[in-house]
């Protein structure tokens, strides 16, 4: 069992800047993958970005890219999601999620077996 703890969501006026944190506990030596997905009111939940535990390789939604930065500590068991230029339709509950294994497709929510609870951000006009 691994068990996700998200943090540093809030409100923010658009073009403002957020860092989110995932604290990973548990069996968290068998995390593969740790993922960042959102879902705004009345919307799917949609891939953000995602990193490689180990080796540290990333990759974003093209809505995101260059915006949003994923990272680990390893150390600290812990994955950030480095938010700037926010805008409005950056609003969402954003969840961390990790899987143990390799996925023919990171960007499926399917394919994750742990999530944390998630945390609200919300950017304003």
């Known amino acids: 069992q691994v068990q996700l703890v998200e943090s540093g969501g809030g409100l923010v006026q658009a073009g403002a800047s957020l860092r989110l944190s995932c604290a990973a506990s548990?069996?968290?030596?068998?995390?593969?993958?740790m993922g960042w997905f959102r879902q705004a009111p009345g919307k799917e939940r949609e891939f953000v970005a995602r990193i490689r535990w180990k080796i540290g390789t990333t990759d974003y939604a093209e809505s995101v890219k260059g915006r949003f930065t994923i990272s680990r500590d390893n150390a600290k068991n812990t994955v950030y999601l480095q938010m700037n230029s926010l805008k409005l339709e950056d609003t969402a509950v954003y969840y961390c999620?990790?899987?143990?294994?390799?996925?023919?497709?990171?960007?499926?929510?399917?394919?994750?077996?742990?999530w944390g609870q998630g945390t609200q951000v919300t950017v304003s006009s």
């Open positions: 999620a990790t899987v143990a294994r390799a996925l023919p497709d990171y960007r499926d929510r399917r394919g994750y077996d742990y």
């Open positions: 548990g069996r968290t030596f068998s995390s593969y993958v």
